[in-house]
Structures are given as C-alpha cells and as structure tokens.
Nanobody, 124 residues
Framework: VQLQASGGGLVQPGGSLRLSCQVS????????VAWFRQAPGKEREFVAA????????YYADSVKGRFTISRGDAKSTVFLQMNRLRPEDTAVYYC??????????????????WGQGTLVTVSS
C-alpha cells in the first residue's frame, strides 16, 4: 500500500494550490481517503475526507467553503483544491487512507496508511 502526495509549494495569501494523492496497492471501494495537516509546533489535524463508495465528503470547519476534496477520473487519485489560502493554512499536508465508512471515524486521526507529507507555505 502506497500513498504519494504532491503539489505543495509557496503561495501568497489569497492564492490557490491543488494537492494530489496517488494511492496504489489496493482498491478503494470500502475505504475513506483523507487529508490531514500539521503546522510547526502543533498537532496533526483533520482537513478533509471522502468516503470512496458514495463520494460523501467531510471538512474541518476551518477550511469549509475554501477547500474541496475530489476524486480524479483516473482510479485511486484524490485531489485537495485549496482556494483563498491563509497564512494559518501553512503546514505539511498528508494524505491517508483506511477501510473506514462511519463518519465519526473518517474525520478522526485513526488512519493506518499514510503518504509522505507535502509542504504548503502561505506567505507574502
């Protein structure tokens, strides 16, 4: 099982970035795929997730209305479109996957499969 995250970089406040997560090694039919982030000196926190089977999406309040999680046309690819970025969005972003179907578990930090992080820096 491998998750490969990419797309991070430096962006000015108000700008946009799109992160990608390529998942390989298993099929996602009964899985959820999520994005988490960890800012310097802070704990890792939930950002967004998608339940693969029905495409239900979940968002942290801090990103709701600005970030969108979606599936790619190609199998096993998940995107995180981040708009109206703020300096407080600066963090290392991680994608994660696990066989989770219940919302209460999908939005918590209990995933077993993780990709390497990709750094997002929002600064002028």
């Amino acid at each position: 099982v491998q998750l490969q995250a990419s797309g991070g970089g430096l962006v000015q406040p108000g700008g946009s970035l799109r992160l990608s997560c390529q998942v390989s090694g298993f099929t996602l039919d009964y899985y959820a795929v999520a994005w988490f982030r960890q800012a310097p000196g802070k704990e890792r926190e939930f950002v967004a997730a998608m339940r693969w089977s029905d495409r239900n999406t979940y968002y942290a309040d801090s990103v709701k209305g600005r970030f969108t999680i979606s599936r790619g046309d190609a199998k096993s690819t998940v995107f995180l479109q981040m708009n109206r970025l703020r300096p407080e969005d600066t963090a290392v972003y991680y994608c994660a996957a696990d066989r989770l179907t219940i919302k209460s578990t999908i939005v918590q930090d209990g995933y077993n499969y993780w990709g390497q992080g990709t750094l997002v820096t929002v600064s002028s």
